[in-house]
């Protein structure tokens, strides 16, 4: 059983930054896609970013490209989000999530998923 702790959010305005973590308990990351997901309040969940864990096969949002980057360190079993030039239509629950598949936007198809991450982007 996979574990997922997600850390990081926070309030920022906007053109700010922030970084978020999802460090992975259970088993190796190594064979696993991680994806991230966020839900703006009443919206439904979007896909974010997706990543190989063993490099690769990375894939972003439109609305995030240029803006956010998905990083691993192997060592911590984690998996990082960084968001730069953060806009208030951002603001959102961002989720982690592990798929024992292939990298992929559709959220069916993803097992494992952190607990959330609040990022409040203020204008």
């Known amino acids: 059983q996979v574990q997922l702790v997600e850390s990081g959010g926070g309030l920022v305005q906007a053109g700010g930054s922030l970084r978020l973590s999802c460090a992975a308990s259970?088993?190796?990351?190594?064979?696993?896609?991680m994806g991230w997901f966020r839900q703006a309040p009443g919206k439904e969940r979007e896909f974010v970013a997706t990543?190989?864990?063993?490099?690769?096969?990375?894939y972003y949002a439109d609305s995030v490209k240029g803006r956010f980057t998905v990083s691993r360190d192997d060592a911590k079993n984690t998996v990082y989000l960084q968001m730069n030039s953060l806009k208030p239509e951002d603001t959102a629950i961002y989720y982690c999530?592990?798929?024992?598949?292939?990298?992929?936007?559709?959220?069916?198809?993803?097992?494992?998923w952190g607990q959330g991450a609040q990022v409040t982007v203020s204008s």
């Open positions: 999530a592990l798929t024992d598949v292939f990298p992929t936007r559709r959220i069916e198809e993803y097992r494992y």
């Open positions: 990543m190989r864990w063993s490099g690769g096969h990375t």
């Open positions: 259970g088993r190796s990351l190594g064979s696993y896609a």
